[in-house]
């Protein structure tokens, strides 16, 4: 008896499908409730092998006496429609044929009829809904973006994720502010006033998920339609699409080896709302604004009356000198909104990360948060509190550090051995992708995708430019351990000699 009841218990329960009884319709209870289960069925709502609820909780749900539910059930069952299994309950059957219990999404078009208008927004940025090109697919050599996550001390984070699980109490479980989570929040602006340089309190971080997120809530609370937004050409594509999204006029600003071409900018557009720049570390072209064009920019903002989003996303790693100290602790001016991540430093399905907010934007920028998302979750932010409280996020920022600055080494030793005077190396001082830029005009996009069909990911530089530029690849290395590298590098000059 008692393991009966143990296995019963094992059981989950069924999901309840929509279907309505109606008590005063002419036909039978267990007609109706037979339908219902056909119909949802047939129409691939309910899928072979999903379970249906007990009879018991069935007639609960529906109000009506088990009866009528047992003598449904048994309809299906002897017709096939639902079958039982030992210690699984009953279900929907696993023999049926698949063109019976199809879900596919209704069609767009119904046959022999048109289909009225179906509007969407004109504003938005025409993005093209590439499938993701071939060199963003898979994993390894030289995927851009990719940490090292073999390394992550998953073991110390998860008994982090035990404790606040078992210990979570009515504030754990209930919305947490939209600024985010008061601790960690605090942690953070302490660890940013250190390692960055940044001016702040802990009442300005807002924690986001993911920069992604701070990108578009500066976007929101920034821009309008109305508004002109440099940005940097070449750039990270995400950025300029969240932007496009408010319907503002894109300003493409050249980036040169000093960083933004802020001159430029000043020239083809001297009131822009604002800018958005990486200048720790441009991305893709790996470049470090200079102190002067730092300063330059800073100027501009501050006569323009324009606004500066700083994307620090890979800030930490740094190999030949010290963290480039920030924008945002240069500005006495209150123009930057400074952003990070935790994609970089820890894992990027974490979708954790922070914007600074000049102190009389913090209340606009709550507002725009709350009516996005209420708030970020809270269990990840309470983890993460305590391992960067604990010491565990130095001590693997350290122990990373020396890992890709390996791996960088050994990436330019193989570049130069197998590439020579055929490519530049561009932005290798920081962390973990660089660019190549190619001697001789070719084809990077086709050389990306023959690449692509050897396993090999290399991202053509040309398609980062917004107005036409150079040729060239991005190469990942936080994914790549050192003996594939060189491997990887042949394999990329095999396919110049054949380009
Ligand atoms: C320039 C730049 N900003 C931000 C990010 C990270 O975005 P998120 O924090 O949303 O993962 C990336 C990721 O590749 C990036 O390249």
Not at 21 to 46: F, K, W
Not at 245 to 260: F, I, K, M, Q, S
Not at 444 to 451: C, G, K, L, V
Not at 482 to 489: F, N
Request: glycine share 8%; hydrophobic share 40%.
């Amino acid at each position: 008896m008692t393991t009966i009841i143990r296995a019963m218990r094992r059981v989950a329960s069924g999901i309840l499908p929509l279907i309505a009884v109606d008590r005063t319709a002419s036909q039978p209870l267990h007609r109706q409730i037979y339908d219902g289960y056909r119909g949802a069925i047939i129409e691939g709502r309910l899928r072979p092998g999903q379970r249906v609820p007990s009879s018991r909780s069935l007639a609960t749900e529906l109000a009506v006496s088990r009866f009528p539910v047992l003598n449904a059930y048994a309809q299906l069952l002897a017709e096939g429609y639902l079958q039982s299994r030992v210690g699984a309950g009953t279900v929907v059957s696993n023999s049926l044929p698949e063109h019976l219990t199809s879900c596919a999404p209704a069609p767009v078009r119904v046959a022999g009829k048109r289909s009225r208008p179906r509007p969407v927004v004109q504003r938005a940025y025409p993005t093209r809904r590439e499938s993701s090109p071939p060199w963003l697919r898979g994993w390894g050599a030289f995927g851009v973006g990719q940490v090292a996550v073999d390394q992550f001390p998953i073991q110390i984070w998860s008994s982090l994720v035990m404790r606040h699980s078992r210990t979570a109490d009515a504030k754990s479980l209930h919305y947490c502010e939209a600024m985010g989570y008061k601790a960690l929040r605090e942690t953070l602006a302490n660890y940013l006033r250190t390692a960055r340089s940044l001016r702040c309190k802990a009442e300005q971080v807002m924690i986001t998920s993911g920069s992604q997120q701070a990108l578009e809530i500066s976007a929101r609370v920034l821009v309008d339609s109305t508004s002109s937004v440099w940005v940097e050409d070449p750039c990270y594509r995400l950025a300029r699409e969240m932007f496009a999204l408010t319907g503002c006029r894109l300003v493409p600003v050249r980036v040169d080896d000093e960083g933004l071409n802020v001159a430029a900018g000043i020239k083809r557009c001297p009131k822009a709302r604002a800018v958005v720049v990486t200048p720790s570390h441009q991305f893709p072209l790996g470049v470090t604004m200079s102190a002067s064009r730092r300063f330059q920019l800073l100027e501009w903002a501050r006569r323009a009356g324009s606004w500066i989003i700083e994307d620090d996303y890979d800030a930490e790693y740094r190999y030949d000198s010290s963290p480039i100290a920030s924008l945002q602790g240069l500005d006495g001016d209150g123009r930057v909104i400074y952003i990070g991540t935790f994609s970089k430093v820890l894992f990027p399905a974490l979708r954790l990360g922070y914007v600074v907010i000049p102190s009389d934007l913090v209340d606009r920028f709550v507002a725009v948060r709350r009516a996005m998302d209420l708030g970020p979750p809270m269990l990840n932010q309470e983890v993460l509190t305590d391992f960067i409280k604990e010491g565990h996020f130095a001590r693997h920022i350290r122990r990373m550090r020396v890992l890709y600055g390996e791996r960088r080494r050994v990436l330019v030793d193989s570049i130069k051995k197998e590439l020579g005077d055929r490519v530049t190396v561009l932005g290798d001082e920081a962390g973990m992708h660089l660019a190549l830029m190619l001697s001789k005009e070719e084809s990077d996009t086709e050389i990306a995708e023959r690449a692509a069909r050897e396993n090999l990911r290399v991202w053509p530089l040309s398609r980062s430019y917004v107005r036409g530029g150079r040729a060239g690849f991005i190469l990942g290395f936080g994914s790549v351990p050192v003996e594939e590298i060189p491997a990887g590098v042949r394999k990329l000059r095999v396919l110049l000699d054949h380009g």
